[in-house]
């Protein structure tokens, strides 16, 4: 079935470390975005990208980078993480504008 | 940019009684408004959504309404069981430059107790 896929799905790091989260999808869909989830705070958008040429900020961006590689892969980066980026984080995609997103199974990131 | 409320953060009702989650949203641009299941450890899930030229949609036993005026929507779960039980997050459609993405509100965790 087509899916959409986050490596790795847990990880711990140190402050100060770079870290890289994935995201692949076999859906075919133009559409990728991550979010974060923390407790009491929902869903909130970090960064979502429309095709391979286009990068937006979402509302909380700062202290997270993006690249958007191929219409199917979707990665988030944390130049120099800090604890409160401890939290889950989600990628999602969808075909088209105001559609249904469908979720990855997340990735818990802990950071020390 | 577009604020979303959602409320009650918790509710806990008995199986077979009804449960209505409510969210208010910022932007009058907005025209799409989905309503995500979560079960304990899994990911969100649509579980229905509603578009601005249409005040009421139902799917079994879970209805949605929208008051475009009052800029308020609601999901209403009928007879519930206890597999209901999740958290239910609404979100609103966001209006950019670049395009339409969602704003999410912060959740309601809903417990049906048998």
């Known amino acids: 079935d087509a899916d959409v896929t986050q490596t790795p799905r847990n990880r711990i790091t140190k402050t100060g470390k770079r870290i890289m989260l994935e995201c692949s999808q076999t859906?075919?869909?133009?559409?990728m975005y991550w979010y974060r989830q923390d407790p009491g705070l929902g869903l909130r958008l970090i960064y979502y990208?429309?095709?391979?040429?286009?990068?937006n900020k979402g509302e909380i961006s700062d202290g997270y980078s993006v690249s958007r590689q191929a219409q199917a892969k979707f990665s988030l980066s944390l130049e120099s993480a800090i604890p409160n980026q401890t939290a889950l984080y989600f990628c999602?995609?969808?075909?088209?504008?105001?559609?249904?997103?469908?979720f990855g199974p997340g990735t818990r990131l802990t950071v020390l | 940019g577009e604020n979303v409320e959602q409320h009650p953060s918790t509710l806990s009702v008995q199986e077979g009684d009804s449960a209505v989650i409510k969210c208010t949203y910022s932007?009058?641009?907005?025209?799409?408004f989905p309503w995500y299941k979560q079960e304990l450890g899994k990911r969100p899930q649509l579980i229905i959504d509603?578009?601005?030229?249409?005040g009421e949609k139902k799917d079994q036993r879970i209805a949605v309404t929208l008051n475009k005026t009052a800029k308020h929507f609601s999901l209403h779960i009928t007879e519930t069981q206890p597999e209901d039980s999740a958290v239910y997050f609404c979100?609103?459609?966001?209006?950019?430059?670049?395009?339409?993405?969602?704003?999410f509100g912060k959740g309601t965790t809903l417990s049906v107790s048998s």
């Open positions: 999602a995609t969808s075909e088209g504008q105001v559609r249904e997103q469908f």
């Open positions: 859906k075919g869909h133009d559409r």
């Open positions: 990208s429309f095709d391979v040429k286009d990068i």
């Open positions: 932007d009058s641009a907005s025209n799409y």
């Open positions: 509603i578009r601005s030229n249409v």
């Open positions: 979100a609103a459609s966001m209006v950019g430059q670049a395009g339409t993405a969602l704003i």
